[in-house]
């Protein structure tokens, strides 16, 4: 992709325009002749809030329009209003498409998803704190920091992947991985919407024990009580065991009287079971009789109520004694019908049920006489069994009731054991959920990438002649490159200005062939802060300034090696005569009698 036309229109005023070719574009010069306008006009295409300032020679003008050639060949326009915030129009020439994009992310269409898809980086998100997990969309106002640096910001000693903010760090360095990577973080959401879980996960768990703090022994008291009634158990069982010997002995004997009797024992459980079964069916039958009762009462209540809004509206005022006159839309007449009909039918209701219920009533007392007969007639059995094994069969009830008493007990206390392990596994289960999330993301290794990278700029700035250009690292933690082990930011103003180029041409050097960067970068006042080798080192910061053939180097660089992209340099150095036929040169003069005065005419 490259830049093809800036146009600033205004009505009546004449265009003011540069025309851009692929590879190198130097528009150099005066001072004061528009050229860091030029430069605003990028970022104010890119997508910044705020037009251009308006300088005097820029009265009058209201439109920015930037012409653009895509890969495919096909042109696209961007033009803008000059006023804060305004949106973006797009107008895709070929396809006849014309397009109101928002300048910011947020809604749709928006610019960045516009431009970012050109090369493959639109809905891509970036981490921009690891502990508090926040994160932002990739958006074109983050990536225009490696396609366009300004004249303020190219001699910075901060970051070239930031804005000076120290809090930006984890948004540089998530920036640096998804261009030089492909991958980005947005996987950063499900971490922070699973660090959210994990604050549920404990305080679940901390409820958990306070709940077993509260309610339950603690492991050691319940073993041991367990143990203890093992023990008990063992030996009510040995009891058992010998006394139910003794006793069928005895039942060999009075076979024939202890048929009779568990006869009679089964028939009275089989009754015993009905009475229980009636009982509760009578209960049912007294709730459900209630309901009816309920039902019917709030009917006749609503007919009373019907009969009353229909007396009151025929009453007269009682302030002024004239006749209400008023909308009702209450017929006195079908209420009471309706709720006549219900209550008929209730009625219906209550009287089959309380005919069942008479009849239930009836079986329950015939059972309950008959289950007393049996029980009589067990008793008197038991009597007659007294005189041979009744004494064994108490010594045996005895023990019976003694263990089922304990097995019982021993039952409550293994209920309550089990309950108390599944709250211990399901605690460990929230600890090993609670465990597994992460309190910090973590951004991913891209430490072999950074190292390309710095071998990309190493080779710039050695076709540069810059001194110890091929000892050029990638420091990951500053962001930055380091030359002999000397970080960018302790050299002077002009050696960090086309260190600054170099890394956004290095960028561009690495993403371009993977697709991930448009092919051109813009470049202001690369130049402005050198000074020639005669002049030595300033005294005050001791800046290392550019030596003479460096500035030709760089030019002719520029010249030669990226005829298939585009590179546009605004600067007040002026390139040497011999290399300007290379490139498309734009000089302002800043004086109206030779060649072009500056980026607008001169009237």
């Known amino acids: 992709m490259i830049i093809s036309k800036l146009e600033v229109k205004g009505a009546g005023k004449e265009t003011a325009s540069i025309e851009l070719e692929p590879g190198l574009n130097v528009i150099a010069g005066a001072s004061d002749t528009g050229k860091s306008y030029i430069t605003k006009c990028f970022q104010f295409i890119f997508g910044t809030e705020s037009p251009p300032k308006a300088i005097d020679q820029a009265k009058g003008y209201t439109h920015l ?28 020439v070929n396809k006849g498409i014309v397009t109101v994009l928002k300048p910011h992310h947020k809604g749709t269409p928006n610019l960045s998803e516009f431009f970012l898809s050109k090369f493959g980086l639109n809905n891509m998100f970036l981490a921009k704190g690891l502990e508090s997990m926040n994160h932002s969309a990739l958006t074109l106002r983050i990536f225009e920091r490696v396609l ?37 973080d947005a996987e950063i959401r499900n971490v922070k919407t699973n660090k959210s879980s994990k604050d549920t996960l404990k305080k679940k768990i901390e409820s958990l024990q306070e709940f077993l703090r509260k309610f339950f022994s603690n492991e050691e008291e319940s073993e041991n009580s367990i143990e203890k009634l093992d023990v008990t158990l063992e030996q009510l069982e040995k009891t058992y065991d010998k006394a139910e010997a003794e006793l069928n002995e005895l039942i060999q004997s009075n076979k024939a009287l202890l048929q009779e009797r568990e006869t009679i024992k089964a028939k009275a459980k089989m009754v015993s079971r009905k009475v229980s079964d009636d009982t509760t069916l009578l209960g049912r039958f007294d709730l459900l009789e209630k309901k009816y009762i309920s039902d019917r009462e709030r009917l006749e209540a609503n007919t009373e109520a019907a009969v009353y809004i229909e007396q009151q509206r025929i009453v007269n005022c009682p302030l002024c004694g004239n006749e209400i006159d008023q909308d009702n839309d209450v ?9 006549a009909a219900e209550i008929y039918k209730i009625d219906i ?23 007393k007969a049996l029980m009589t007639e067990i008793s008197r059995k038991d009597k007659e069994l007294g005189l041979s094994i009744g004494k064994k069969i108490q010594e045996n009830r005895k023990i019976l009731n003694d263990l089922d008493a304990v097995r019982s007990d021993y039952r409550k206390k293994q209920d309550f054991e089990k309950k108390r392990q599944e709250i211990y596994k399901e605690i460990g289960k929230l600890q090993t959920e609670h465990d597994d999330i992460s309190d910090i993301y ?8 950074a190292e390309k990278l710095g071998k ?14 091929a000892e050029t690292n990638f420091d990951i933690d500053a962001r930055d490159i380091t030359i002999s082990g000397k970080p960018r930011s302790h050299f002077g103003k002009g050696y960090r200005a086309i260190c600054f180029s170099a890394i956004l041409l290095g960028v561009m050097e690495f993403l371009y062939p ?50 298939d992209k585009q590179i546009i340099i605004l600067d007040n150095q002026v390139p040497d005569d011999d290399l300007q036929p290379s490139m498309n040169y734009i000089h302002f003069s800043g004086n109206k009698d030779v060649d072009r005065y500056g980026f607008f005419p001169i009237s």
Request: glycine letters at 6%; hydrophobic letters at 35%; a negative charge.
């Open 65 to 92: 329009e930037v012409t653009f050639e895509a890969e495919d060949g096909e042109p696209f326009i961007l033009t803008r209003e000059l006023k804060e915030k305004s949106a973006v129009v797009c107008n895709e």
């Open 148 to 184: 366009l640096v300004d004249e303020e910001r190219i001699i910075t000693e901060s970051s070239p992947f930031g804005k000076g903010q120290n809090n930006e760090k984890t948004l540089e360095l998530s920036l640096l991985k998804t261009l030089l990577t492909g991958n980005d």
């Open 331 to 339: 017929n006195v007449v079908t209420i009471s019908e309706a709720n």
């Open 349 to 371: 209701h209550l009287y089959d049920l309380r005919s069942t219920q008479k009849s239930v009533g009836e079986a329950l007392g015939a059972n309950e006489e008959t289950l």
């Open 442 to 449: 973590k951004l991913g290794d891209f430490s072999k990438e």
């Open 456 to 469: 990309e700029i190493a080779a710039i700035l050695t076709r540069w002649a810059f001194p110890n250009g």
């Open 514 to 563: 993977k697709g991930r960067h448009p092919g051109f970068t813009i470049l202001d006042s690369p130049l402005t802060t050198y000074k020639k080798q005669d002049e030595s080192v300033e005294a005050e910061n001791k800046e290392v300034f550019l030596a003479n053939n460096l500035i030709y180097a760089f030019y002719r660089d520029l010249c030669d090696y990226y005829t």
